[in-house]
């Protein structure tokens, strides 16, 4: 059992597949060590009988009695605990931390999933332990749900040493220091995340590490920690000058403060010798920013041609395949009866559509599209979308995706990284 034990500012995952023992490990390591255990076996977790809440669920309108209230019953175990005034502020701040004002007077038996997953949380805290085993905790949820309880997860991991125990290496948290990997009911070596992941995981695209970037007194990106891997497709949210079109031109070679920060990409450190277009010839790119920089009077095919070459508008004489691979993509797109009008002369966009095939012409690893579907008529949005998830979402295809608007995330998103949270 040795190969369980956690020390100070430590937070660890158990990983392992399905009937490897971790569960039975990680509860004896709790009974070893007097953490608090709380495990999620299915959508409704383990608060009580499972049957009770799926009948009441039907029975809710039908009770004679008022069902109880999650804040009833979150009140009622904190007053009962050792420590009430403790559990009380704790109770608060712990709602708080999860928002749950808002679920607090709905009764417990009619809880979304991830609802009822941060009551049950909450209850596990009240007492205030200072180590926390959680199994399984994003079984059953969405993924913006899940995407939700890393986040909230992370915010405890500031007060509470927490144990996490998973079957998927694409499920660990950033905020998770080391992984204990379990196979055949015997607990490995403890290793730090970033080896167990590269040893598990596709090859990271973007790897960046503590990285800041500032403006004068203005701080635009603060210790960043964020690893993208081959295949893996990402919603980039934040709110206005949160520091997302700062992160994009890092990864997009535009930003030369990249040369004073730990980033990799593609495999290779920053300022290790490469070029800009070494790095520009693996990236299909389009944003609000390159639309408005964008001025060339060219043939709407000739622009779509240049992303063959990573220039604004032509110098270079394509071939007649490299015309052709871009009048395949503008009728992909629904625009190959634009090829020969001159692009400033194109709706707004008409042009936003000629730069997206643009982004794709090259048939790029990684595709950085920054709103993507802007200025784009309700038709043109669901196409474009259901060619995102047919190009972007193919084997190998990597992905990293801004938009203000959630609906326009394609099906293919499974990672998220919110800035200024």
Known sequence: MSGLDILKGEQVALVGPNASGKSRLAAAFAGRTGAKYITFRDSYGSYGDRNYFMQQRWNLFTLEGEPPAAGELLRKEAAAGRDPEGARRRLAELTALFGLEGLLDKPLVILSSGELRKFQLTRALLDGPSVLVVDNPFIGLDPRTRALLARLLAALAASTTLLLVLSRPAEIPSFITHVIPVR??????????????????????????????????????????WTVRTGEHWALTGANGSGKSTLLSLVCADNPKAYACDIELFGRPRGSGETIWDIKKNIGFVSPELHRAFQVDAPALDIVTSGLFDTEGLYRHPS???????????????????????????SSGEQRLCLVARAFVKDPPLYILDEPLHGLDEAQRLRVKALLDRFCGAPGKTLVMVTHYPEEYPACIDHSLTLGA
């Open 320 to 346: 007649a395949e490299q015309y052709a691979c871009a009048r395949r993509w503008m009728a992909e797109f629904g625009i190959a009866e634009l090829a020969e009008r001159p692009f400033l002369r194109l």
């Open 184 to 225: 055949g009911g015997e607990a490995g070596e403890k290793v730090p995340l970033e080896a167990y992941l590269d040893a598990v995981l596709p090859a990271p695209v973007v790897r960046m590490r503590d990285v800041t970037v500032r403006f004068g007194d203005r701080v635009l990106l603060d210790r960043l920690n």
